[in-house]
């Protein structure tokens, strides 16, 4: 027979077997393109979720690394302060770009120049052309010729207000005066056309420097920030740095630095479920992958086994059930990552419709989760689900030529459970039984007695394997629980036979039901499974969908749990804003008694807890403010029965504060050790930090005030650097050490 099979008759063979049944064929094919759709759709999840944090970043700083702003009680930069920090800096490979930013609205007029829709928090960028090319080289805006009454936006601002190129916008100067421009062009959001600032703008627009210092009432030659960023670009696009060297010329400003924080946070915060979703994904796809080639060895099995008794060598049987399968596994392959691709999109799309709502509110915030799928990731699915189809394959033809000839030919099932290794495969299914019960009855007994609970809770710091331990644990004992109910189907059966025949199902329905089952348990465990997993990663799913994106309370970029605030610069701009408001139908109610905070900065001695300056922002919880919600309380006192009892005390005992979260959990280099509730601390008040040019500045600061105060509370924040390092403080104490410039909010 080895003279007569050539390999050219073998891949025959095979194809025969195929062609001859296309039914069956197709089938398998269809299995085996949802396990590689599956797997597929795995990286296209993984990938968008890594990739949008760099791709945002890109977008709205590109070479921008930080923003110069004039000292403190200097409104502008002169031409002579540029040049000056230029020359300090210029050891350190920074590059500059002087400009014109303030804060404005644009809206669109009609044909008798009446506004007919506004877009307010639009960040405004006058620059010198000639200049942001050599700042920004590769953008091929700075070669356009820009008049006096041209602008340009970015989509952020033309689509929400219907603008295309050639339109007429009314932008309002200063001194509340609207002036028309022409939109010249409308370009994407990359690098300083997307650049949002330290407002979180909407969107941005960019025009001449002269136009810009005439609406934001800057004098001739004055600059409102410089744009900074390292001379090598590449290095700009790869991660955000901190300013080489603190200088007294400028306040620093490195909201990229934050930013690519906040994206960090996004991923420590959300990794975890991407991830579980993917990983589950590519499960329930590897496990119909091996149902399907070993439902493909059972129902080969009888011609199989014809040519083994026809004197076929069981090598030469197996080549062919190897070539048949890897003609299988080549096009389910092929056509699942065709549609995994899109399926992988589709979900995301779907996701980013569902809550649509909130990506709007929140656009100058979030950091949407984009559809994207690199080429590598193509190519490394392929292989992978190539290789995973092989492997099977393998293992699939390795046992397909230990099955029994004569049996295989009776057509009998499971012509592979007979031989010498009957009594191994008894014993380990005693073995896995008892070691599945064993770990199911640990996780009852870790989630009854609270123990998985108070892990999962307590706060640790960045050490998670505990909780990664409970989570282990149950996804073993979920695992586990449904291995034993498969085990124990023919028990199952005999308990359920009473309540069966009561409602009209006879004896030999119940044997038919729960024979096949009963006598195929591991197809029945691994198919069982396949379903769980899909059903699990679709509750997952929701329930993150619904606590992380659905509940305003939990975003990471809230206020004090508000979704929004306004800043003040003084009580005339207050009370501006608070007028402005009314004037909104959709605002008035809200403006009526809004929650007011006015948080200042001081910096306080190191004592035997802080170890270095420690600053702090304090400010007062106003009754509006507990009105509307405080924050929740990580911990608190037990002398108070609630959260409200906690914030109540705050405004009745001049000693009393509640401290930002963070000091109860996190240790660093400038705590001797965690804050608990119930510390009473002695803090020395330093005096304010002399401004430059003046005669204190650059002396050791000094002890101008103390107090004592008594920790009752944490609140958990999730604040920006308005209330960073918060203490909520009564108003006897926030009066006392009044002495930093304000920046309120309401």
């Known amino acids: ?104 609205s644009v809206s669109k007029v009609d044909g008798q120049l009446q506004p007919v829709q506004t877009g307010l928090r639009y960040l405004a960028i006058g620059v010198d052309f000639a200049q942001a090319a050599e700042f920004d080289p590769d953008h091929p805006l700075w070669e356009l010729s820009l008049s006096a009454d041209q602008v340009i936006l970015s989509e952020a601002i033309a689509k929400p207000l219907g603008l295309v190129e050639g339109d007429t916008v009314a932008i309002p100067d200063k001194r509340g005066n609207s002036q028309l ?52 670009y590449t290095l700009a696009e790869q991660s955000a740095v901190r300013f080489p060297t603190p200088l007294p010329l400028f306040d620093l400003h490195e909201q990229k630095v934050a930013d690519e924080n906040q994206v960090n946070k996004m991923k420590q915060r959300h990794g975890a479920i991407f991830i579980i979703c993917s990983l589950t994904a590519i499960l329930a796809g590897a496990l119909l992958m091996i149902q399907i080639l070993q439902m493909l060895v059972y129902s080969r099995k009888e011609s199989l086994a014809l040519l083994r008794a026809l004197g076929f060598q069981n090598r030469q049987v197996r080549a062919i059930f190897f070539i048949e399968t890897t003609l299988i596994n080549l096009l389910s392959t092929g056509v699942g990552i065709v549609l995994g ?95 599945a019960a064993i770990i199911v009855f640990s996780h009852f007994i870790q989630f009854f007695s609270g123990k998985s609970l108070e892990i999962m809770t307590t706060n640790t710091g960045f050490v998670p394997h505990r909780s990664l331990s409970v989570l282990a644990l149950w996804f073993g004992a979920s695992v586990s629980m449904l291995y034993l109910v498969v085990q124990g189907l023919p028990y199952i059966q005999k308990g359920l036979k009473p309540l069966l025949s009561r409602i009209g199902i006879g004896d030999a329905a119940q044997l038919l039901a729960f024979r096949y089952p009963a006598g195929n348990y591991r197809r029945t465990f691994i198919v069982t499974l396949l379903f769980s997993c899909c059903f699990m990663i679709l509750v997952l799913i929701l329930i993150v969908t619904q606590h992380n994106y659905r509940d305003i309370s939990q975003k990471s970029y809230s206020i004090l749990g508000y979704p929004a605030y306004i800043k003040y610069y003084s009580e005339q701009e207050k009370q501006q804003i608070l007028a402005g408001l009314q004037q909104d139908p959709e605002l008035a109610e809200a403006a009526q008694n809004p929650p007011v905070m006015e948080p200042y900065m001081l910096g306080f001695e190191p004592n035997d807890v802080f170890l270095d300056l420690q600053q702090l922002n304090l400010t007062v919880p106003s009754e509006a403010f507990l009105a509307h919600g405080a924050p929740k309380l990580s911990q608190r006192s037990p002398a108070f029965a609630s959260d409200e009892e906690a914030w109540a005390a705050v405004l009745n005992n001049p000693q009393a504060v509640i401290l930002d979260h963070k000091y109860s959990y996190e240790m660093s280099t400038a705590l001797s050790r965690k804050l608990n509730v119930g510390d009473h601390l002695t803090l020395n008040v330093y005096n304010k930090p002399a401004e430059p040019n003046t005669p204190d500045f650059g002396k050791p600061r000094k002890v101008v005030d103390t107090i004592d105060i008594d920790i009752i509370g944490f609140a958990d924040t999730s604040t920006g650097m308005e209330f960073y390092n918060v203490m909520f403080v009564h108003p006897q104490i926030y009066d006392q050490l009044k002495g930093m410039d304000i920046v309120g909010s309401i």
């Open 181 to 232: 421009f022409q939109v010249k062009k409308i370009v994407k959001e990359e690098g300083i056309t997307g650049y949002r600032g330290l407002f979180a703008a909407e969107g941005t627009l960019i025009m001449g420097i002269r136009q810009a210092r005439n609406l934001s009432a800057a004098p001739d030659g004055a600059f409102t920030s410089i744009l900074a960023g390292r001379e090598d």
């Open 1 to 104: 027979m080895r003279s007569m099979l050539t390999p050219s008759l073998v891949w025959r063979m095979a194809w025969r077997n195929l062609w001859t049944q296309p039914r069956h064929t197709l089938l398998t094919v269809l299995g085996g393109c949802i396990g590689a759709a599956l797997i597929m759709a795995a990286v296209v999840f993984f990938q968008s979720f890594d990739e949008s944090g760099n791709r945002w970043l890109k977008q709205h700083y590109g070479p921008i690394d930080w923003e110069l702003k004039p000292p403190a009680g200097t409104p502008h930069f002169t031409q002579e302060e540029v040049q000056a920090i230029a020359e300090r800096i210029q050891p350190y490979n920074v590059q500059l770009l002087p400009a014109a930013i303030f804060e404005t």
């Open 341 to 435: 691709i899109p399926l992988g999109f589709g979900v995301i799309r779907l996701f980013e419709w569902f809550n649509q709502d909130l990506l709007y509110a929140y656009g100058a915030n979030s950091i949407p989760i984009m559809p994207y799928v690199s080429l590598g990731g193509i190519a490394l699915s392929c292989a992978a689900v190539l290789g995973l189809l092989t492997v099977i394959s393998f293992v699939a033809c390795y046992r397909m030529g230990k099955m029994n000839i004569v049996l295989a030919l009776r057509g009998d099932q499971d012509p592979e459970k007979t031989g010498g290794g009957q009594w191994i495969r008894k014993g380990l299914r005693i073995v896995l039984t008892v070691c």
